[in-house]
C-alpha cells in the first residue's frame, strides 16, 4: 500500500519531457466549422527573449532557460480558402494549471508569436492566432480585398471574432489532452486591438474567458478608426503642415497650462477632460525646433491643432445625429472625439520636414489601410484628396457598412456577468492613438445597463500614459495578477498599483489607479508614494 502511494507521487512528479511534446500524444482538436489541417509539435528549451519596454501589460524583462512544447495548429473553414495559424505554447514545468489567451495589435490577431512568452514564463498556457490574414501590423494591404472593390468577408471575420474564438476552443483542448485537466481559469490579455478581442468575447463568447484584460480597447473599430484619419485630412484640407516640434510645442504649453488643474504639478496632465487650453493663445510665440531653426507659432498651426483636439466634425456643423447616432456624450456636431490634450501629436499627426524645410503629412498607417482597403475598396486609392464632405460620408459609410462586423461595441454583458467573469480594462490619458473617452462611453454604457457593473467590470485611467505604454505616467505592475485574484479570491481591485517606467521629476513614481468615474487624487505626502493619492469623484 504505501509503495504503492509512493510510486504513485512518482508518477505524478515526473516532469513532462518531450515524448509528450508529440503530435502523435496530443489528440487532434475539433472545432465546429473549422478543419483543422494540421498539428505539429516542438520541444522548445533554453528560449531566451529581451523586452526592453512595458509592453503587452507587463513590464519590461528578460526572459532566458524557458522551455516548453509548441504547438501549432492550423486550420481553414472549408469553403473559405483560408489559412489560420493558432499556436499553443505549454510550459513543460510548474504549470499554474491556468490558461491565457494572448491579443494583437493594428491589423494582427496576435502581435507577434514571442507575445507568449511572458505568459508562460509566468506558468500560463498560451494561445495566439494570426486569424489567417498574416503578420502585418499596420496594413491589411495583403488580406483585406478578394480582388478589386471585394472584401475578403471571410477573412475580415476571422480578424474581427471568429479566430479569437477558435484559438481558445482548440487551446483548451490541446492543454486538457497535454496534461490531461482542463485549466481550472482562463484568462484574456490583450492591448489595443487586443483590448477589442477581449471585449469581443465578453460580449460573443462569454463562456471563453473567466477573466478579461482589455486595455486601451480598439472599440467601436469602425467610429475611432475614420476618426484617427481626421488630422491627416485637417491637414490636407488647411493646407498647412505643422513640423514635429510645433505639435510639440503646443503639447508644452497645454500641459503647462492644464498641470495644476489635478493639484500636483508634475508634467502630466491628470485631469485632461477639463484642460480647454487654447492654442490660440500661443500664435505669435517662436521657439527653436530641433534643426535649431526659430519657428513662429501661426494662426493656422493653431487652427489645425484645435481641429485635432476637437475630433471630427461634420461637414457643415450640422448636428452628428444626421450622419450617425454616435455616443450621446458627443457635442452636436461631434462625429467621434479627438486625442486629449498631452497626448503625443507623432503618431495620428505625423508630418516629416525636409532638409529644404518643407513639411509633408503622413497618414497614420491604420486608418489609411482602412480607408484604403475597407471604405475605396481600392488598395491604390489616394487618400489625401479626401474632402470635409467625402471624409463625413466615409465616416458613414464605415459604420454602415461595419459595425456588425467589426465595432465590437454592444454594452450587453448580461451572461458574462451572470456566471461571475471579471473584467478589467485600463488605458493612459495620454494615448495617441485610441481616444480614451471611446473607452469611458464603453464603460458608461455598460454601467446603464447593469448598476452594479463596478462588480464585474473596471475602468482604470492612467495619467501621462500613451498608448497600451509609453509616455511620462506610472503603469500597471501586474494587471493579470490583479484580475486572477479578483476572480479567483474575490479581492476587488480597489485600486491598480503602478510603477513608472522612468522618473517623473527626478524619481520614479508610485500611483494608485482608481477605478472610473473616480480619479486618482493626489492628497498629501511624497508625491512617488502611492499612499499620497486617494480615489475622489473629481480633482
Ligand atoms: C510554428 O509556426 C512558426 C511560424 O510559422 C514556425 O516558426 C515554427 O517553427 C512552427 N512550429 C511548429 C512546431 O510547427
Ligand atoms: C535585460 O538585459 C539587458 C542586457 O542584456 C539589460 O541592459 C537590461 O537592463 C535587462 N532588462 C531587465 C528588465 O532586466
Ligand atoms: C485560395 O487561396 C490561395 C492562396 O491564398 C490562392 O492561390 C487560390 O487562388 C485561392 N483559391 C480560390 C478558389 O480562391
Ligand atoms: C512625441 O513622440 C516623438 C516620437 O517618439 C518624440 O520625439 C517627441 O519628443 C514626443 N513629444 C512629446 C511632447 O513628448
Ligand atoms: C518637482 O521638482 C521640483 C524641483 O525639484 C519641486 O519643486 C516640485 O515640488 C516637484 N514636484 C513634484 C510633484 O514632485
Ligand atoms: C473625455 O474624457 C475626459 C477624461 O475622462 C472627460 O473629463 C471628458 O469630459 C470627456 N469628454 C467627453 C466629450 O466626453
Ligand atoms: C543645434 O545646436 C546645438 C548647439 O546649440 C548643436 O549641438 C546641435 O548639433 C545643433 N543641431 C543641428 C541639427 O544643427
Ligand atoms: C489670428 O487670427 C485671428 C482671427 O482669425 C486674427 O484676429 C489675428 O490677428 C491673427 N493673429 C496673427 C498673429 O496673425
Ligand atoms: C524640398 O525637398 C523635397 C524633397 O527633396 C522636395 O520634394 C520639395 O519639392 C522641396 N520643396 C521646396 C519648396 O523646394
Ligand atoms: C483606385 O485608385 C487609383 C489611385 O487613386 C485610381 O487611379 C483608380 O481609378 C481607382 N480605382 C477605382 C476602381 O476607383
Ligand atoms: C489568493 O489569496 C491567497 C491567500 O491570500 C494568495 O496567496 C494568492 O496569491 C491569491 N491568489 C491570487 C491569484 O492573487
Known sequence: MKLLLLHLLYVQATPLNSTQCSANSIATPQVYGAEITSLTTALVTNYALEIPTFSNNWPAQNISGLSFCQINVTLTHPGANDTVLNQVWLPLEAWNERFVGIGGGGYEAVSNWDTLAPAVQRGYAAVGTDAGVGMNPNSADAWALASPGNVNQYLLLNFASRSVHEMT????????????????????????????????????YPDDYDGIVASAPAVNWNDFTPAQQWPFTVMNNERHFPRQCEFDYATAAAVSACDAIDGLVDGIIGAPGRCFFDPVTIVGQTFECDDNST???????????????????????????????????LDGDSLWYGILRGANFSTLALTFTWPNGSTVAQPFAISDSWFRDFLYKNASADTAKIDYSEFQSLFQKSHQQYDSVIGTSDANLGPFRKRGAKMITWQGLADSTIMPNGTANYYDRVNSIYPDTQDFYRVFFAPGVGHCGNGYGPLPDDVLGAL?????????????ATTSASAINGTIRHQALCPYPAVSKYKNGDPIMSTSYECANEF
Open 169 to 204: 476552443v482548440i487551446g483548451k483542448q490541446i492543454v486538457e489532452s497535454f496534461y490531461g485537466n482542463p485549466p481550472k481559469y482562463s484568462y484574456w490579455q490583450g492591448c489595443s486591438t487586443g483590448g477589442r478581442q477581449g471585449l469581443g468575447e465578453a460580449q460573443n
Open 295 to 329: 519657428v513662429v507659432f501661426s494662426n493656422d498651426t493653431a487652427k489645425v491643432i484645435r481641429m485635432i483636439w476637437d475630433g471630427p466634425r461634420t461637414e457643415d456643423g450640422a448636428p452628428a445625429a444626421q450622419v450617425w447616432k454616435g455616443p450621446t456624450t
Open 484 to 496: 486572477r485574484d479578483w476572480v479567483e479570491n474575490g479581492t476587488v481591485p480597489e485600486t491598480l
